[in-house]
Every structure is written in structure tokens, then in C-alpha cells.
């Protein structure tokens, strides 16, 4: 995967409260295009994997309940600049602390829930897309 793209989820909590369409909307009028996208849910297994760098921190147990509780949204998004850009439009991890108009500040409601997520490298990106997405599935 070329640094163009990331990879995001839109969590559990954004899928509950109805927000996908809001949340793809804010994402596709911010320039990125959607290159690959599905409705899934992660296994325990699976969670436990992609936050494996975790695994020490307090809430690990938390979280991993939480990502797999019900289904997300998995997309990999490209435009100029993808990683750092989509780490700039969701905001920081606690929507507290989230800039007014970023995603979690829209639509996030904890540090812990906190609606979506988005990789913090090129080299993250291209794990987290093909953890999800074969080749034949990206666009
Ligand atoms: P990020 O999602 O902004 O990259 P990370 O530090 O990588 O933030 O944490 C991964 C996820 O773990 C967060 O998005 C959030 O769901 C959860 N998390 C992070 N810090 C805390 C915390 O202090 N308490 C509870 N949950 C947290
Ligand atoms: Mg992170």
C-alpha cells in the first residue's frame, strides 16, 4: 500500500448510534476516496491482535470488549498525505481534547469510545488495510 492511504474503523459506538452516514460523509468531503470498505465484526482474537501494542496498558481488557461488542465499519482511504491528514480530521484520542469539527469531537462521547480510528504510520496502515482487505477487495 503507497503512503496515499490509510485505514480506518468506524467503531462499535458509531454503528450503534446510527453515525455511519454522517461519519463517511465528513470523510469523503475531506478528500479522501474510499478504496475499500465492509460492515464486519472483530473476533476477540482479532482485537487482541490489532492492539496487541496495548496488551500491558490498563484498559486493554476494556477495549478489546468494546471493539468486538458489535459490528464496524473497516475502510482504507486514500488522498495526499492520508495518514497524517486522517489523523488530523479525527481529532486526538479524547474527544475532550478533540478540535471543534474533528470527528471525535463530533461524534465521540469518551477517550474510551471515541467513534473511529485511524493508523498513526505508513508502515500501520498498509498491517491494518491488509488485515482486513484482500487485494481483490481494494479499489
Ligand atoms: P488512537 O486511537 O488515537 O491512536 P491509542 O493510544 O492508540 O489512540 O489507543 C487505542 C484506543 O484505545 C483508543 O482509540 C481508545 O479507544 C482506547 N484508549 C486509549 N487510551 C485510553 C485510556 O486512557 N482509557 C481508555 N481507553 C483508552
Ligand atoms: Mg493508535
Known amino acids: 500500500m503507497a503512503n496515499n492511504r490509510t485505514f480506518t474503523m468506524l467503531k462499535p459506538d458509531s454503528v450503534e448510534k446510527g453515525n455511519i452516514g454522517p461519519i463517511l460523509e465528513k470523510i ?3 478528500g479522501f476516496r474510499i478504496v475499500a470498505m465492509k460492515l464486519t465484526q472483530l473476533t476477540t482474537a482479532d482485537a487482541e491482535a490489532f492492539y496487541d ?5 490498563p484498559f486493554f481488557g476494556d477495549l478489546v470488549t468494546y471493539m468486538t461488542r458489535g459490528p464496524i465499519v473497516a475502510a482504507i482511504l486514500e488522498k495526499d498525505n492520508a495518514v497524517e491528514d486522517f489523523r488530523a480530521l ?3 484520542t479524547n474527544p475532550a481534547e478533540a478540535a471543534d469539527g474533528t470527528i471525535r469531537n463530533m461524534f465521540a462521547d469518551s477517550i474510551s469510545e471515541n467513534a473511529v480510528h485511524g493508523s498513526d504510520s505508513d508502515e500501520n496502515a498498509a498491517i491494518e488495510g491488509a488485515f482486513h482487505f484482500s487485494g481483490r477487495e481494494m479499489f
Not at 501494542?53 to 496498558?57: Q, V
Open 90 to 92: 479525527i481529532g486526538a
Open 28 to 30: 469523503t468531503s475531506s
Open 53 to 57: 501494542i496495548h496488551k500491558e496498558r
